[in-house]
């Protein structure tokens, strides 16, 4: 394990997370090698009364693995991945990112459902739940886990399966980092070949409410290789979907598209599997500072769409498609909820000028609230400021209170968002 203490090189770059507005100083940053590094970062920090804080991509929008006087953890050392492609499974330590699980399984034609950046970590994901461009073909990414390594409020190596631990493992899909810190994962890969489709059809902006009651129609009958989605910018309007397979076999869905309007222009590019886990990427992107709010909806009324459509200048929306195979598995199985969504949405904006901040996120905040009578729910990953009653059923919330209150009763994991132990 190595120490990093303020004024040392390379601590303002391990502190140093996605959202540009968050900038909190650890009293020191432990970056962790292996499982015990971890347990024993997790004892320190606890017989001197620090905060804990527990890094990988360090995507979450408030910057919850930065705690200000205490201590980080830091997982990015522990980034292997190992695939077997035999039995299709692949051993990922819990500091990997996207892109190195994508990267490894590949190799193979193999994947499993992941994210849509590939510098996000793979532990932050896959705990919140886990929505990518194969999940209605595979499920979310907590659906493909086997079995967690995770090391306990106490410091302790527990692991967590259908067989071991099963309400831990129920926990794990989908209750975040409320338990402890996942040190591995396994996960089940799927061959899809290296091939996708990516479209993108833009229409005149007096026809964006009739090509969104179309598109909203048509994917009630959408294949599974296809996930639909919606963009909102300053840059225009525009529906499509990412298909994962054979391009040949979206041409059906490619015309059924055409006809939705008057196309203005049409983006239809085929991509290898990984281009397009990682075209979302930005190379500036930890520069900016960044808000959002999300919602779920389990339908999209005409009444929604002319509310999704009232967007301000300057933040950009987006809708996906959930459905699929995300609905196979029973909502009782995990802790992930809303499994009958229909469509994520998601509005973000990012600026430089801290003068900016308070202007951006009024409006963010304005827009969200504008869809709240059509929300069914949110992504627990996409909260921000939010109680974590959005994106759990209160039956489910009891259970993870009981199962936080066994394995962290005093709530030392509490830089995430937060199941409170009982008591």
């Known amino acids: ?14 502190r140093t997370v996605w959202n540009a507005m968050i900038d909190r100083r650890p009293a020191m940053i432990a970056r ?3 499982t015990a590094d971890v347990s024993e970062a997790v004892r320190y920090a606890r017989a001197n009364d620090l905060e804990i804080g527990v890094k990988c991509g360090g995507h979450n929008i408030a910057g919850l693995a930065v705690p200000d006087g205490g201590l980080m953890i830091d997982l990015a ?8 492609p035999e039995r299709r499974l692949a051993q990922v330590a819990g500091g990997a990112l996207l892109g190195e699980l994508d990267r490894a399984a590949q190799k193979y034609g193999l994947a499993t459902t992941a994210g849509n950046v590939s510098h996000t970590g793979v532990g932050g994901l896959t705990l919140g739940g886990g929505m990518g461009w194969l999940a209605r073909q595979y499920g979310l990414a907590c659906d493909n886990v086997t079995q967690y390594e995770l090391v306990t409020a106490d410091g302790d190596v527990v692991r967590a399966s259908a067989d071991e631990n099963p309400e831990l493992f129920w926990g794990l899909r989908g209750g ?5 810190i996942v040190t591995e994962f396994v996960f089940r890969l799927h061959h899809i070949g290296t091939r996708t489709l990516v479209t993108e059809f833009t229409y005149p902006t007096d026809q964006a409410f009739a090509v969104l009651r179309g598109w909203r129609d048509l994917n009630a009958s959408a294949p599974r290789q296809a996930t639909f989605t919606v963009s909102l910018s300053d840059q225009g309007f525009s529906v499509g979907f990412v298909w994962i397979g054979d391009p040949t076999d979206a041409t059906p869905l490619v015309d059924a598209f055409r006809a939705l309007g ?3 222009a049409a983006s239809i590019e085929e991509l290898p599997y990984l281009t397009l886990q990682s075209r979302d ?3 500036q992107g930890h520069r900016y500072r960044r808000y959002w709010k999300g919602h779920y909806f389990k339908a999209l009324t005409d009444d929604a769409i002319r509310a999704l459509l009232q967007r301000p200048s300057g933040m ?3 809708l996906q498609a959930y459905g699929g195979a995300i609905t196979d598995v029973a909502e009782e199985d995990a802790a992930f909820s809303h499994r009958d969504t229909l469509f994520e949405f998601v509005t973000a904006t990012r600026w430089e000028d801290p003068a900016d901040d308070e202007s951006r996120i009024t409006a963010i905040r304005g827009y969200a609230a504008g869809l709240d009578p059509y929300a069914g729910g949110a992504y627990v990953n996409t909260l921000n400021g939010e109680t974590v009653n959005r994106a759990y059923s209160p039956a489910k919330l009891t259970r993870l209170t009981a199962l936080k209150t066994t394995y962290d009763p005093t709530n030392v994991f509490h830089l995430n968002q937060n199941i409170r132990p009982a008591g």
């Open 176 to 180: 975040g980092g409320n338990f402890g």
């Open 316 to 318: 950009a929306a987006s």
């Open 32 to 34: 962790c090698h292996s």
């Open 77 to 84: 050392p522990m980034n292997a991945v190992e695939v077997d």
């Open 262 to 264: 008057q196309v203005v």
């Open 1 to 14: 394990m190595d120490l990093i203490h303020p004024g040392q090189p390379g601590y303002d770059e391990a």
């Open 281 to 283: 990427d930005s190379i």
